[in-house]
């Protein structure tokens, strides 16, 4: 290594130089002894000197598959087709990239016998995704053929999903629409963006419910599902949403999580062609800190 790399820290520097690594990998490949400093294992946040040779032994991670757990499930309607599940916040959807327990399939897979396998083995019964810190409705195909069936509704945008946020800052219009492409952000990989003229189409449309001293409650209804949508729409109008650091908020440490809740879903059961509409309350520590912020006018009906 070079004198100008002097003072960093370990995992921070290989980071840089392995991008496409993520940093729990590296930090378990440093764990491992699978990186050495002038040839001994060393912590990660070992402070680099001037002329000290860094070898790295990359290890593949250990393979993907989703494993029975009894984890409590909130059931908000079921038939013989489907299941909806209130997520609850920090609950990963599947497994993948340094997640392997306490995800949502994993508890599925402990309390239905069989579900639809469309999806592939790590997915079973996915339809559609929630991220990991938003909470609320999530629909589960028990079969192949209700999946089929489901997927083509989402496809198609026929259902219609409703979220409850918090964001910081005053909304000025009552209502709006944000019609803007979404892509991966260039520079930032973990974020998306809405800065760019390519990307994959979406759209939002708001309402304000409730207004506070430095925040606006608004229900989010989405015509698409691209990855991130709600926190990139909002965040592109310097409205982030409440805690989410990725997108630029202010930190909220009480409560853990960004504030983002799909509150309902709307579409029609696989087999009857019947309406169907699925709501899931707003989750206590959501409505506790609605509950904290000043200078609140009164509330309007979601």
């Known amino acids: 290594m070079i004198s100008a790399d002097a003072g960093q820290r370990l995992d921070h520097w290989l980071h840089l130089r392995l991008p496409e690594t993520s940093r729990s990998r590296l930090q378990d490949w440093i764990k491992g002894g699978n990186v050495t400093v002038n040839g001994a294992a060393t912590r990660s946040s070992h402070t680099l000197r001037a002329g000290e040779r860094v070898d790295v032994h990359p290890v593949a991670p250990p393979p993907l598959h989703a ?6 499930l909130a ?3 079921e038939d013989a087709d489907l299941v909806a599940i209130d997520k609850p916040a920090g609950m990963v ?3 993948g990239a340094g997640v392997h327990e306490g995800t949502l ?3 599925l897979l402990h309390r239905f016998e069989r579900l639809s396998g469309v999806g592939g083995e790590l997915r079973p019964g996915i339809v559609h995704r929630l991220d990991r810190f938003t ?3 999530l629909l589960v195909a028990k079969h192949d053929a209700a999946h089929r069936v ?3 509704q989402f496809a198609g945008r026929e259902v219609r999903k409703t979220y409850l946020t918090l964001v910081q800052g ?3 219009a009552e209502t709006g629409r944000i019609d803007r492409p979404i892509a991966r952000d260039p520079v930032h990989r973990a974020r998306m963006t809405a800065r760019l003229d390519s990307g994959r189409v979406a759209w939002s449309e708001y309402k304000v419910l409730r207004r506070f001293a430095d925040f606006t409650f608004v229900e989010v209804r989405i015509g698409t599902g691209r990855t991130h949508q709600i926190r990139v729409h909002l965040a592109s109008l310097k409205h982030p949403v409440a805690g989410d650091t990725l997108y630029g908020a202010a930190a909220q440490p009480r409560f853990g999580r960004y ?3 799909a509150h309902r879903i709307e579409f029609h059961q696989p087999t009857t062609g019947e309406p169907v509409t699925v709501a899931a309350p707003l989750p206590q520590d959501l409505q506790a800190w609605l509950d904290s912020l000043s200078g609140a006018e009164p509330p309007r009906s979601a």
């Open 75 to 77: 059931v908000l309607y």
């Open 93 to 95: 959807v599947h497994a």
């Open 150 to 152: 489901l997927a083509a």
């Open 170 to 172: 005053q909304v000025k």
């Open 105 to 107: 399939v994993n508890a």
């Open 135 to 137: 909470s609320g409705v």
């Open 67 to 72: 494993v029975a757990e009894a984890i409590p």
């Open 259 to 261: 504030f983002l809740h």
